[in-house]
C-alpha cells in the first residue's frame, strides 16, 4: 500500500528542490502518494494566506510532510510557516543529524563527526512575548516548562536507546538563569535516570559552541531549549558542510513534518543550480520515519555514493552541474545500490525488513 505524504514544495528553489527529491524518493521502489499543497507567496498570490486551510487539511490526513522552503514576507504582520505549523500540529523536536558527508570537502572532512541535535521547538524566547514597559525598556520572555523539557528530553533518551548511540549532553545556562534552565536541566536529569545505559552530562552553551568547534567528533546526542537549539544547530551544520546539505525534522506526537533547513534561494531559483542535497537527507530521515528503513539506507548510501566520487556536484559544493545532472546521479547510484542489495539477498535469503543486517551495512560502506 501507498504511503500518504503532504509534499509543500514552497517557494524560490523550493519546487525544483522538491521535485529533484520526490524523484530520488521514487528511484528507491517505496510507493508514495503525494499530496501537494501550496504554501509561501505562491498560496498568499492564489488564496490570499500564506498557509491555506488545504495545507492543515492535507497534513491532518497524511500525518507526514516534505517541505521545502517557503517565503514569509518581513512586515506586514505575517506570521513565519514554519512556528505557525510547528504550533498547529505540536511539533515540540526540532531534529537534525549532522554528519560527515564522505567526499564533501570541509576544514573538518577528515573528523568522524556523526551527532543529532534535539532542539525544543515551541517556547524559550521563541514565545513571542516581548512588550514595552516604559519608553526605552523592552521586555521578552524565556518560557521554560517542566511539560516541554521533559518531552523533549523523552524524545532524546528514547531516540538514543532506539538507535543505539552512547551519549546525550544537556547544553544550558543554568549558572545564570537558574530557575528556567534550571528547570530544563532538571527534566533532563531526571529523564537520564531512567536511561542508565546512556551517558549523560552537561555543558555550559559557551563552553559547548567552543568545544563543537575544537572536538566536533567527540558529540554524539545534543539536547538544548530553543535559543541555543537554534545557534547551536546552525554551527554544527557549519562543520560539515553547511545549511545546503544537512536535513531537518520537525516531529511531534501524530506528526512529522521534514525539512531543508536553509532558506528559498531566491539569487539562484529558477535557473536549475539549486543542490537538492538537504532535501534528499531529510527524504531519508522521512523513509525511516515511515518505516522504511532499508530504502532510506539505500537513499542514504546513494547520496554518499555521489559525493564519495565528486559526481556531478553543484556549484555551491564546489561543482559546475545542475541540479538535474546531480539528481540523475543519485538515481543512478540508488539503481546500482539496490542491484548490490538484491545480490546480497539472493545470497542469503533471510531478509529483513525492519532494518539492515550486517551483511548488507558491510556492502553499503562498502560502496560509499
Ligand atoms: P537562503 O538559505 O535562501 O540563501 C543563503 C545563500 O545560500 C544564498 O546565496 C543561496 O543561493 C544559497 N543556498 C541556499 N540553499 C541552497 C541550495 N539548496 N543550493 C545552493 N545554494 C543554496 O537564505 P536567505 O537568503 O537568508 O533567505 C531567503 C528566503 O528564504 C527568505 O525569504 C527567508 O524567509 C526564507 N527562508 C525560509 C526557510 C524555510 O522555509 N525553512 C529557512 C530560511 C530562510
Known amino acids: 500500500m501507498a504511503h500518504l505524504v503532504t509534499l509543500i514544495p514552497g517557494d524560490g528553489i523550493g ?5 529533484a527529491t520526490v524523484r530520488a524518493v521514487e528511484a528507491t ?40 522552503p517557503t517565503a514569509t514576507p518581513i512586515g506586514g504582520g505575517h506570521q513565519s510557516i514554519n512556528v505557525a505549523l510547528r504550533k498547529k500540529l505540536g511539533l515540540y523536536v526540532n531534529f537534525r543529524p549532522v554528519r560527515i558527508v564522505p567526499g564533501l570537502k570541509t576544514r573538518f572532512q577528515d573528523l568522524p563527526i556523526d551527532m543529532a541535535i534535539f532542539r525544543e521547538n515551541t517556547e524559550d524566547l521563541y514565545s513571542g512575548l516581548e512588550h514595552e514597559i516604559v519608553p526605552g525598556v523592552v521586555e521578552s520572555l524565556k518560557i521554560i516548562t517542566r511539560d516541554a523539557s521533559m518531552k523533549i528530553a523523552r524524545a532524546t533518551f528514547e531516540y538514543a536507546r532506539r538507535e ?3 551519549k546525550v549532553t544537556a547544553i544550558h545556562k543554568a549558572n545564570i538563569m537558574k530557575l528556567s534552565d534550571g528547570l530544563f536541566l532538571t527534566c533532563c536529569r531526571e529523564t537520564a535516570s531512567q536511561f542508565p545505559e546512556i551517558k549523560y552530562n552537561e555543558l555550559i552553551v559557551d563552553n559547548a559552541c567552543m568545544q563543537l568547534v575544537m572536538r566536533p567528533e567527540t558529540f554524539d546526542l545534543l539536547v538544548l531549549p530553543n535559543l541555543y537549539g537554534d545557534i547551536v544547530s546552525d554551527l554544527a551544520a557549519g562543520l560539515v558542510g553547511g545549511l545546503g546539505i544537512v ?7 501524530n506528526h512529522a513534518i521534514f525539512e531543508a533547513v536553509h532558506g528559498t534561494a531566491p539569487d539562484i ?9 538537504a532535501l534528499m537527507q531529510s527524504a531519508v530521515l522521512m523513509l525511516a520515519h ?6 532510506s539506507a539505500r537513499l542514504r548510501s546513494a547520496i554518499d555514493q555521489v559525493y564519495a566520487h565528486r559526481e556531478c556536484l553543484t556549484g555551491d559544493v564546489g561543482g559546475d552541474s545542475t541540479t538535474e545532472q546531480f539528481t540523475e546521479a543519485v538515481i543512478r547510484r540508488v539503481g546500482a545500490v539496490t542491484e548490490r ?3 546480497v539477498y539472493s545470497r542469503q535469503p533471510a531478509k529483513v525488513d525492519s532494518g539492515l543486517d550486517r551483511a548488507q551495512r ?6 560509499s
Do not use: H
Open 15 to 19: 519546487p525544483e528542490v522538491a521535485e
Open 29 to 68: 521502489g517505496v510507493k508514495i502518494e503525494w499530496d501537494r499543497v501550496n504554501a509561501g507567496l505562491r498560496a498568499l498570490a492564489d488564496f490570499g494566506r500564506l498557509i491555506p486551510d488545504e495545507v492543515f487539511a492535507s497534513l491532518e490526513a497524511t500525518r507526514v510532510g516534505l517541505k521545502g
Open 164 to 166: 543505539g548511540r552512547a
Open 247 to 253: 536535513p531537518g525534522a520537525n516531529l511531534g506526537d
Open 269 to 277: 531559483a529558477g535557473k536549475g543550480l539549486a543542490n537538492p542535497t
Open 290 to 295: 515511515l518505516g522504511e528503513r532499508e530504502a
Open 341 to 343: 542489495l538484491n545480490e
Open 362 to 367: 558491510r556492502s553499503l560502506e562498502e560502496d
